[in-house]
């Protein structure tokens, strides 16, 4: 039997993040370490109540959820203009939790898990990066002992719908970088083994959309991690798609079935930076210098997705939310 990933969850449920949630805890490869909750979609104290709404509706109580800073490192924060719902879940409103987040940090978690399993934990950020840039900050030491990060996040002109479906609150930006592009700038250029999910892939239409065969299946077992996740769906769809862009797929879920299952993008380098001016065209902007001459040395060199395979990411998708196979059923 394989070893289970270690994976720390960084989020900021929101819709999509918290289908992200039910995933990690599902998937019988991921051990989920912890969830630190960002000020993003919503402020931390409300992404974190989130967090421990969905432990609750799995059952489960044995994964902390910390809470991160209320804002972004160097701003206030941003209000965001993608619609999650009145309570960020998609107006589930479940009754608040009796759980309570940890008493301690959401940056000290990362360090603290990074440090017990050196070399093991990948972190997955489905949000801003403030949690990670601060524990990145505090503990420089731990960085070569992070495996390996993914980030949901920034657009990189792979495709057209990386900035027709711009997220952030400017024209050229994506929300989890817009909101602490401070914070993106730091562990963008921190050296650590860094892959991006930029909206060229992840609200790219054409390749993330939950199937219908995808759907039945999910009717079919009728768990509550399966009649969550349909619901999640139906809400991204009748709130989010246009009349002539259909496009169901919670945005967040490719990154998780990414960590799950790498074989489902493919990746190439790029050199980036982060646009931290106050411009309010740009600012937040994952500026790729891709010139054939004269290119600058000096930029952020990570590794970006550039496609995904549609029908991988389905089934992968189906099995960490149900945690069945998918030809079973």
Known sequence: MAEKKKLILNCDPGTDDSLCIVMGLMHPDIELLAVTAESGNLTSDKSSINALKIMELMGRSDVPVARGMLHPLVRPHPSDPYSHGQDGLGNHFFPEPK??????????????????????????????????????????????????????????????YAFSNATGDNPMSEWNVYVDPEAADIVYGSGVKLTTIGLDVAFNPEWVNILPETLAKLEKVGSTSARYALEIIDYVDRNNS??????????????????????????????????????????????????????????????????IDSALYNRVFFEAITGLKYDEV
């Open 99 to 160: 759980l309570k987040v940890v008493d301690k940090h959401a940056a000290l978690v990362i360090i603290d898990e990074v440090k017990k399993y050196p070399g093991e934990v990948t972190i997955l950020c489905t949000a801003p990066l403030t949690n990670v840039a601060l524990a990145f900050m505090l503990a420089p030491e731990i960085i070569p002992m992070v495996k390996e990060v993914y980030h949901l996040g920034g657009s990189y002109g792979v495709t057209h």
């Open 242 to 307: 246009l009349p002539d862009l259909f496009n169901n797929g919670p945005i967040d879920t490719v990154s998780m079935c990414t960590v799950i299952c790498p074989e489902i993008i493919k990746t190439k380098e790029i050199n980036v930076a982060i646009d931290t001016s106050d411009s309010q065209l740009t600012r937040g902007m994952t500026i790729v210098d891709c010139r054939n001459h004269f290119m600058w040395d000096n930029l952020h060199k990570i590794q970006t997705a550039y496609t």
